[in-house]
């Protein structure tokens, strides 16, 4: 592409999807997110960086999501994927924020300077798959992405509504075919499919029982269980309850970011004692379980409890096909990991821990380290992922293993198959857990008594400007603003059990506070003096947090 056509960038720009905005915007956690109001000139100019990137990387497509995921209904966002199906390389993101902040004047001469930087080759092919979820802003903001695509003489495809995982895993098997068909009906085939076949396997048995409710959170992904229930010919009974319509608002008061924050059911679920609930976010790519009790407490199966599921019945399998020996298993965690989780990790089920950064790029790098990586955010954010090494020592096992080893092992290449290995995925951990269960023979009552979390609870600050607190060790220590850390350590100190840190978000405009402690009486405290803390020191607005 000669550079003169790089003119046609600032004319699409200035004419269809001006910058309208001064307000700077930076690709966080998980892509570029604010009010949808203010993304059109940001994801058109995404299309433009997808084509860069897929000509750098020799014309593999790379994914545009459209969403704000487990932000309310008003918010949307973006963010790109690799030919991997993983996110972004991180490299790339300050690209992305230069290219979404400067004025349409500058467009075209940041866009030829990227070109250069990057030492893209224009005359090549570009591919970019597209996808966006339910929010009524979403189709808007697929067409400004595909605008930016063509501007640059790359090819869109657009899936329309697909859950987030769903696009990771198109853009993984576009690029590589021997991981699946990249279409809607391939993802089915392959995850659900190996569900299906692991279940033929499997007894029903002991306390599991095949019925499970799910609140859809009002997003994509209830709508696409609705699609497979269907297809499920007996092997679990879906319950759906929030899939939209009955005027339910996208995550509001539902789905798994409003259950594991504010520890409460979601509405608009009926509730039965002891029944397994599945909770997933708004585009389809977190679960957290949960159950009320017969005192009707509300009882929360969170990403650290879905995360020692597997890992447990992984490292069982491999036991069983006396694999464990030659494959290394592990399991990364962030600071909100509960303390309790990781003393059961290490201390009974002898699996190494690793901590890393809020954001399941940095999770899902660190997991690459392991023959078998498990990683999980404890918001329920994450998936398996299996290194080339233990595909094929489990599948030499399944050929030419003693019988019972071969089970093991067909069981596990089964297992693999359900994973959705490019990114979290609630669909997919839905279908793992309930294949561990029922294995295992085990309702909710036995999944929640291998460890006693430590309580906990999370509160949101809001401040003139979150930058303004940084962070290191993985999140646990702040470094700014001056004074922060040790005035959280003075607070932490009288806590039995105590722990508590404080970050900026990435998704939302504020920051986040973390606190434990042995009873939930001293958590809901301490993180309130954390919260006040930081209202005093990184200059809070509005209103004091109240202890
Ligand atoms: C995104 C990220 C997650 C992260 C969450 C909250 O989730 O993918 O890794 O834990 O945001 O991030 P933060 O605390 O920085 O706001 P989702 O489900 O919203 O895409």
Avoid at 103 to 119: A, G, R, Y
Wanted: aromatic share 6%; hydrophobic share 40%.
């Amino acid at each position: 592409m000669p550079p003169s056509s790089l003119r046609v960038v600032y004319a699409f720009a200035r004419e269809m999807h001006p910058k309208t905005s001064e307000v700077f915007i930076e690709y966080g956690t998980a892509g570029f997110r604010t009010k949808a109001n203010l993304l059109e000139h940001v994801v058109y100019r995404m299309g433009l960086l997808a084509v860069i990137r897929s000509r750098v990387k020799n014309g593999r497509t790379i994914g545009i999501m459209i969403t704000a995921s487990h932000n309310l209904e008003p918010d949307n966002g973006v963010k790109l994927v690799d030919p991997d199906g993983e996110m972004l390389e991180q490299s790339w993101e300050e690209i992305a924020t230069r290219l979404a902040n400067v004025s349409d004047n500058d467009l075209e001469s940041t866009t030829e300077q990227v070109i250069k930087q990057v030492n893209a080759d224009m005359s090549l092919k570009a591919s970019v798959f597209i996808g966006m979820d339910t929010r009524y802003t979403s189709p808007r903001l697929a067409a400004a992405a595909a605008n930016g695509v063509i501007a640059l003489k790359g090819t869109p495809k657009e899936f329309g509504i697909v859950t987030t995982p769903m696009l990771h895993f198109c853009v993984k098997c576009r690029n590589d075919n021997t991981y699946g068909t990249p279409t809607e009906e391939g993802y089915y085939e392959k995850i659900v499919g190996a569900f299906k076949k692991i279940r033929q396997k499997l007894t029903v048995c002991g306390d599991y029982n095949t019925t499970l409710y799910v609140d859809g959170a009002n997003g994509v992904g209830g709508k696409k269980l609705n699609i497979i229930k269907k297809t499920l010919d007996g092997e679990l009974d879906l319950q759906l309850f929030n899939i939209g319509g009955n005027g339910g608002k996208l995550n509001l008061n539902c789905g798994a970011d409003f259950v594991k924050v504010s520890q409460k059911a979601p509405v608009g679920i009926e509730h039965v004692p002891f029944q397994r609930v599945a909770s997933l976010d708004g585009d389809g790519d977190r679960l957290v379980y949960y159950y009320i009790d017969d005192k009707n407490n509300m009882n929360l199966l969170d990403g650290d409890r879905i995360a020692t599921l597997l890992a447990s019945y992984i490292a069982e399998l491999l036991r069983a096909c006396e694999a464990s020996s030659d494959l290394q298993i592990g399991l990364v965690q962030t600071a909100y990991a509960n303390g309790a989780s990781t003393k059961y990790i290490t201390e009974d089920l002898k699996v190494p821990v690793s901590c890393v950064k809020t954001g399941v790029k940095h999770l899902h790098h660190a997991a690459l380290s392991y023959d078998i990586g498990v990683y999980f955010e404890a918001n329920g954010h994450g998936t398996v992922v299996y290194s080339t090494k233990a595909k094929e020592v489990i599948a030499k096992v399944a050929q030419e293993g003693e019988p019972e080893q071969r089970k093991a092992a067909q069981l596990l290449q089964n297992f693999i198959d359900m994973t959705n290995e490019t990114v979290g995925d609630a669909i997919s951990d839905l279908f793992l857990v309930e294949t561990v269960l029922c294995a295992r023979g085990h309702g909710v009552k036995q999944w929640m008594s291998s460890y006693a979390d430590l309580p906990c609870r999370q509160l949101k600050v809001t401040v003139q400007d979150r930058n303004a607190i940084s962070t290191t060790d993985a999140e646990r220590q702040c470094t700014a603003p001056e004074g922060l850390q040790t005035r959280i350590d003075e607070l932490v100190r009288p806590y039995s059990c105590g722990r508590a840190f404080v970050r900026p978000s990435g998704t939302e405009d504020v920051v986040r506070v973390y606190a434990e402690a042995d009873t939930q009486l001293s958590a809901d405290k301490l993180a309130a003096e954390v919260a006040q803390a930081v209202y005093d020191l990184a200059g809070g607005v509005g209103a004091r947090p109240e202890l």
